[in-house]
């Protein structure tokens, strides 16, 4: 078993800041990327940042330049620093793992969180 748990999404001014994270934990061999997607409704689940392993960074290009993503692989922790926050970023946001389990690491899996809520006014 292998839960992804999400944390830090609320409501924020235009312009404002938010930090999320999310945590990974069970039955872990190791874990290949981390990343986070946003969902608005009527729209598909969209890439906003992810982070390798080996501290490689991809952006969707709305998020380039405001968003940082971060990693704690000690942690099994990835963090998404969002600044100047504007109301098209309003959505559920989603962490994203891909990961291979114990005992033996072989196969690999993607897995989710439950989403937590970021709203930005207009």
């Known amino acids: 078993q292998v839960q992804l748990v999400e944390s830090g999404g609320g409501l924020v001014q235009a312009g404002g800041s938010l930090r999320l994270s999310c945590v990974a934990s069970?039955?872990?061999?190791?874990?290949?990327?981390m990343g986070w997607y946003r969902q608005t409704p009527g729209l598909q689940r969209e890439l906003v940042a992810t982070?390798?392993?080996?501290?490689?960074?991809n952006y969707a290009d709305s998020a380039k330049g405001r968003f940082t993503i971060s990693r704690d692989n000690a942690k099994n922790t990835v963090y998404l620093r969002m600044n100047s926050l504007k109301p098209e970023d309003t959505g559920v946001y989603y962490c994203?793992?891909?990961?291979?389990?114990?005992?033996?690491?072989?196969?690999?899996?993607?897995?989710w969180g439950q989403g937590t809520q970021v709203t930005v006014p207009s």
């Open positions: 994203n793992a891909i990961l291979s389990t114990r005992p033996t690491g072989v196969t690999t899996y993607s897995y």
């Open positions: 069970g039955s872990i061999f190791s874990i290949s990327s």
């Open positions: 982070v390798t392993s080996g501290g490689t960074t």
